[in-house]
């Protein structure tokens, strides 16, 4: 199984980023996906998760109205579209997944991506 998230980089306060998480080696539509980060001197966090059959998706308090997650069932890929993001918002993101939906919102996914850099200026 493989999970690899990309889409990171720098962006101005303001600005908008996409991250996308594709995965191998399971059944993609089986799966929840969720998105954590972890920025410098903190712990990981959770973002934001989608059902395995897309239609409930929760999302973190400091997140909410910014960021939206999706999947799409045939590239096997998962998104996260961040707008207005704020220097707090800098951090390493994660994709994670797992057929248990608790596990997204207790940060314990049996599969991890990698991680992809989100770097916000001021």
């Known amino acids: 199984v493989q999970l690899q998230a990309s889409g990171g980089g720098l962006v101005q306060a303001g600005g908008s980023l996409r991250l996308s998480c594709a995965v191998t080696?399971?059944?993609?539509?089986?799966?929840?996906m969720g998105w954590f980060r972890q920025a410098p001197g903190r712990e990981r966090e959770f973002v934001s998760a989608i059902h395995w059959t897309g239609v409930l998706t929760i999302y973190a308090n400091p997140v909410k109205g910014r960021f939206t997650i999706s999947k799409d069932n045939a590239r096997s890929t998962m998104y996260l579209q961040m707008n207005s993001l704020k220097p707090e918002d800098t951090a390493v993101y994660y994709c994670?997944?797992?057929?248990?939906?608790?596990?997204?919102?207790?940060?314990?996914?049996?599969?991890w991506g990698q991680g992809t850099l989100v770097t916000v200026s001021s």
């Open positions: 994670g997944a797992d057929t248990s939906w608790t596990a997204m919102t207790t940060l314990r996914p049996a599969y």
């Open positions: 080696g399971l059944t993609f539509s089986n799966y929840a």
